[in-house]
């Protein structure tokens, strides 16, 4: 098939693990190091040309912030693919700005995420769908959700760039959950304290942020051209069900998309995905068949103007 020229290539990102699923929800669900660094792997393989990583606890998969948790697959990664590494700046729920932000400076990645506005993070719901856990902190954590704000301050926000961006020359993962965080970033532009091109990642299906509707999308890419025109590269997360309907809606409006078992444990109706790389491959098909082709890593570095994969420190 022709590919088209009016499209450019679609930069996947896959998100290998996060801090919202938990172990009890899918036995795919990587949360050692061994894991996180295969699973992370076979998702380059299968097109990903940026991993967005979180850590675990080998013992019983709880978000772990510490750098010592992160090294022990960073080296592995960046040994067995070319990928970009995008080291969480969100870390898991309930850490302290300090925690979220150690992996990141041990790190001193080419990306880091930067979540852009403070939210509620609802994932209390998914307690009813789970009658036995397979670990005792799950419950808890889910059900603590009821009563936290995702704290991302103008402070956190200026905190996070002028540390890791001034001082890493690590760029950003700007994860926007409502049309508010646009403006948020764009008043971030105007302040001088973050560069263009701006990567944003337009996020759906969080309860508390936008709900998953693709009218919301039409509309925010309007919002998009008005607030950054050309000074932009954006892509588009949804969560669980409506994954991959908005990665393709994105692919075809001329955006990128990101996959993984961090956003979404599914690869069709009822159906666990059982590795991220499946999740990775479904999507570039889709592009294909569509007449597009995806980017490679060295596309993503030169399109959002990373430091390159040598410059990082593991
Ligand atoms: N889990 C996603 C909805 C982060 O790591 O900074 C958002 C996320 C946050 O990826
Ligand atoms: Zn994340």
């Not at 067995?80 to 729920?93: E, H, P, R, S």
């Not at 954590?141 to 020359?169: C, M, P, R, W």
């Not at 764009?186 to 701006?198: K, L, M, R, T």
Request: charge should be negative.
């Amino acid at each position: 098939m022709e590919v088209s020229s009016t499209h450019k290539p679609v930069i996947i990102t896959c998100a290998v693990t996060g801090a919202i699923h938990t172990p009890t929800m899918s036995p795919h669900l990587p949360v050692t190091p061994e894991d996180i660094a295969t699973s992370a792997i076979g998702a380059a393989r299968a097109g990903a040309a940026i991993l967005h990583l979180h850590a675990r606890r080998p013992e019983d998969g709880q978000p772990d912030p510490r750098p010592e948790a992160f090294a022990a697959f960073l080296t592995n990664i960046r040994d067995g693919c070319d990928a970009v590494v995008n080291i969480t700046t969100g870390g898991g729920l309930g850490m302290t700005r300090e925690e979220r932000l150690r992996a990141a400076t041990f790190a001193s990645p080419e990306l880091a995420s930067l979540n852009m506005g403070s939210i509620n993070f609802g994932l209390f719901p998914l307690l009813n769908k789970y009658e036995a856990w397979k670990h005792d902190w799950e419950p808890g954590y889910l059900s603590n959700t009821k009563d936290f704000v995702f704290k991302n301050t103008f402070a956190d926000i200026e905190y996070i760039l002028k540390t890791l961006g001034n001082g890493h020359s690590t760029r950003f993962e700007f994860e926007c959950y409502d049309l508010g965080h646009l403006h948020n970033l764009a008043y971030v532009a105007d302040q001088g304290w973050a560069e263009p091109p701006f990567f944003i990642q337009l996020i759906f299906g969080v309860l508390g942020g936008m709900g998953a509707d693709l009218d919301h999308l039409i509309y925010l890419q309007k919002c998009l051209e008005k607030l950054f025109g050309d000074s932009c590269e954006w892509s588009v997360l949804a969560a669980g069900r409506h994954q991959m309907r908005f990665a393709e809606q994105a692919a075809l409006m001329g955006g990128n998309v990101r996959v993984g078992l961090e956003d979404s444990l599914y690869i069709g109706p009822g159906k666990k995905a059982e590795s991220n790389a499946e999740q990775v491959n479904h999507i570039r098909a889709r592009i294909e068949q569509l007449g597009m082709r995806i980017a490679t890593p060295q596309e993503a570095r030169q399109r959002l103007r990373l430091k390159g994969a040598k410059q990082v420190s593991f």
